[in-house]
């Protein structure tokens, strides 16, 4: 399972194991707990796609371990967040436009992956839907912590939570229009070619697929 995997993601998982153990010996316990946590997320996915039977190709893993990483290790051990005005964009903004991908391979396996059967406008609109809702439900939850254990995870309060939402917006279109492209194209590039890259690792989840 792990011998699978891209080079990349293995050294970054070494990484974060190295910098955990370091920081709690040490007695840095918040750098040790994201180390640890972004550590646990990133290889997650591993085991849930056992369970569920689901093969997940080693570029997403490591697309994962990149995203992961680069939102609490540097957006929270090392304070990214505040130092770039634009990271929480860019962390908001790719992390729609995976959770958009993540929406339309869900919604295409309703349709065994026989995209003439499945309606392409219908297919972006559920997909948009479904990022959009999971970018929301993210706002509740940084609200919810920021008001029962006094963080700050919404920052400036109105201002970040509107602007998330806007990149959740602009990142969900991204993701529903790959979906829309996948289905109406012949050829894959860039973001349907990452579409077509799970479909074809699982052929038993899309049994309607024609060549």
């Given at each position: ?5 891209t ?6 998982w070494g ?22 946590a ?16 689901v093969?997940?190709p ?13 939102a609490?290790?540097?957006g929270?051990?090392?304070?990214f ?34 995209k ?16 959009l809702?999971?970018?929301a439900?993210w706002?509740?939850?940084e609200?919810t912590?920021d008001s029962?254990?006094g ?10 939570t509107?602007?998330d ?47």
């Open positions: 399972m792990f011998n699978e995997q080079w990349l993601a293995r050294i970054i990484l974060l194991f190295i910098f955990a153990a370091a920081a709690l010996v040490t007695g840095r316990l918040y750098p040790g707990f994201l180390a640890l972004t550590l646990f997320l990133s290889m997650s996915p591993l085991f849930l796609s056992r369970w569920a039977n093969v997940i080693p570029s997403f893993i490591a697309a994962a371990v990149l995203f992961t990483g680069a609490l290790i540097l929270e051990a090392y304070d967040y505040d130092r770039f005005w634009w990271w929480d964009i860019a962390m908001h903004g790719s992390g729609a436009v995976g959770v958009g991908l993540i929406g339309f391979v869900l919604i295409f396996m309703m349709f065994q992956g026989d003439y059967a499945a309606p392409p406008y219908a297919v972006a609109l559920f997909t948009f839907c479904f990022a809702a999971v970018g439900f706002e509740i939850f609200f912590m029962l254990f963080l700050n995870m919404q920052k400036s309060g109105l201002l970040d509107m602007g939402l806007i990149v959740d917006v602009i990142g969900a279109l991204v993701g529903a229009g790959a979906g829309w492209f996948y289905l109406k194209s012949k050829q894959y590039g860039g973001l349907t070619a990452v579409i077509d890259e799970f479909v074809r690792h699982n052929p038993h989840l899309f049994r309607g697929r024609r060549k």
